[in-house]
């Protein structure tokens, strides 16, 4: 259950009216709820308790170093992917020991870091990658935990730009060439095979795609496990979220609304696949990002114009594909609802941003509660891949961010100067 919700006319994010921070801190503006993050964490952990696991938040969801703080002091671990999601991680206190570094294409200089660092393990994903960190080990005269990533060729159902598991995706090791890879890799001296690794995709609303997937590396990771005494099994992240109508058709709040739906929560996900996972007697990882972050976090808009052409009702707002990217991306759906309540009819309508592009839009023909000049949106369930995907797409500064605690708010991440946007870059010298 997430905590934005009406009292009377207005949005409140926990305790704090969203209109005034939207006031206060000025639009586009992130606004997350800290009790909504430490909930869906907590509903996770909670579930798996039965076997001995680690949550590692996957830092790509959402990097804000508060947030970060915020998950680090609950115990979480982080997946990272990056050099600089390291250090972020580093930053805002969280542990590298309960870091996993995951991708396809880890440069020497990220690894050596990572190694440094005393990351928990890294998530191999071909052999060449292998090779490069036992290299690097061997540099540093260190021995690098490393897992590799099964691709078990499952088909995940969800979006083509977001599934992982298939042959069609550049992601892990085909399913049938594990065993060689670990065989190899076992005579790479400045490597400990820790455990291993599966990812089938995100946004996964139902059980059994983890099932099919779990299953069918069951039998592989009994015989790896017992041959390089593996430590853990990664079983990714994924678990999809609701994005549908909750708040506006007055649902009383998430949970409800999945279980209503028959979308995975976590006690479906834990019944299901703890059975399987327990017996093996290992570590499970598990690296949710959406899960954890999506429903935290709502994108607050200002209405600039409204135009009416005949034919559509524009409402144009100072939000873009650049502060939100995911509806013009995957085509991604957000609730949108107005920050104050309106009565009266709705309008079939497009909310859009400034930008220009015929993809700038946040949705199409839609009924939205009619809105005017100086009102407010709030697009809800932005909390994942939202800011961390914006970009300076036509010179706009990236928004703020807002963290919410109870009564309390704070600027999480303040609005870009817009001179900084090109603050790196020069006149070159034939030039001036
Ligand atoms: N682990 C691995 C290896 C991953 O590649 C990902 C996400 C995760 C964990 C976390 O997945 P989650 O629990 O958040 O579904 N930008 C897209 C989503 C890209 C997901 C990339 N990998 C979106 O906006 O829907």
Redesign the pocket.
Known sequence: MHDFHYRGKKLLCEGVAVEALARRFGTPLYVYSQHTLTDHFQKLDRVMSPVEHLVCF?V??NSNLSLLRVLARLGSGF?I?SGGELQRVLAAGGDPRRCIF?GVGKTEAEIEFALRQNVYSF?AESEAELQRINRVAARLKKTAPVAV?VNPNVAAHT?A??T?GTYENK?GIAFEQIEGIYARAARLKHLRLRGLQM?IG??LTRVAPFERAVRKILPLVRRLAERYKLEFLSI?????IVYEPALASGSPGWWKTAAARNILTPASYAARLLPRLQPLGLKIVL?????ISGNAGILVTRVEYVKRTGRKNFVIVDAAMNDLI?PA??D?YHEIVPVARKTGASIKSDVVGPICESGDYFCKDRPLPGVGEGDYLALLSAG??GFV?SSNYNTRPLAAEVLVNGRRAAVARVRQPAKEIWSGEKVVAWLK
Not at 287 to 291: A, L, V
């Open positions: 996957s790509k969801s997946d992917v995951a998530n990533r979006h730009k977001i992982t992601f990812h995100s946004q990714g992240g994924g678990l999809g690296e949710p990002g959406r899960f995911r991306f995957y991604a994942a891949y995907m």
